[in-house]
């Protein structure tokens, strides 16, 4: 099991994705309103933040902010968000939850710089520049501390492990739900997907004017 640094400090997780799920955009877009609209997604899906202490703030999504400033007035931006919850579909067992999954968002953001965009007789504030957004995603068998300091659960650890819970199961829900946030920041971005189901008109207006999309 990989061990995730950072602000959760060696819990041992369970990696659900087989690789990193990745999504780069090199065009025109509104680098706050594609923030705000991440966020909205993260929040309808119950993702929340923790801090050292394993407490929930959803204003603390983000761990890490760097920004470079090049001789030209371009940016480079790096920022990190680290997202955890307890699983929707694991039940409850004692007094805690089953299992917790957990959430790593990456951004680097590549020669940002201010511009405008009219579009309808309308004109909009912009950015130019290049977003890279890479996402990871864990489970944690949070059942197992609950079981060690019960005198009859802490027997049947390996038991629950072995026979009873459907790990496999848990980790492709997770993997399907990244796959869906892949996706819908590629819908944002107006980037090729490809769906096996029809996909509806996003909630969030997107804020990207990519060149290839000359009615947008």
Known sequence: MPTITGHRNKKKLIQALPSEMR????????????????????????????????????????????????TDGSKEIRFEWRLSRNSPSSGSIGSGQ??????????????????????????????????????????????????????ILKHFITLFNREIYDWREREKELYQEVYVLQNFIKQWFKLKRYLPYEEAKAFHESRAWPSHHKED
């Open 23 to 70: 999504v780069k955009y090199k065009d025109i877009f509104n680098l706050v309103d594609f923030y705000k609209a991440l966020r909205y997604w993260l929040e309808e899906y119950n993702w929340t933040a923790e801090d050292d202490s394993g407490k929930t703030d959803g204003d603390f999504y983000e761990t890490l902010y760097l920004e470079k400033i090049g």
């Open 98 to 151: 089953a299992v917790k999954q957990y959430l790593d968002l990456n951004f680097q953001c590549y020669g940002v710089s201010n511009t405008e965009v009219i579009r309808d007789g309308i004109k909009y504030k912009a950015n130019k520049g290049e977003v890279e957004v890479k996402m990871n995603a864990y489970i944690e068998k949070s059942f197992e501390s609950t079981f060690e300091k019960h005198p």
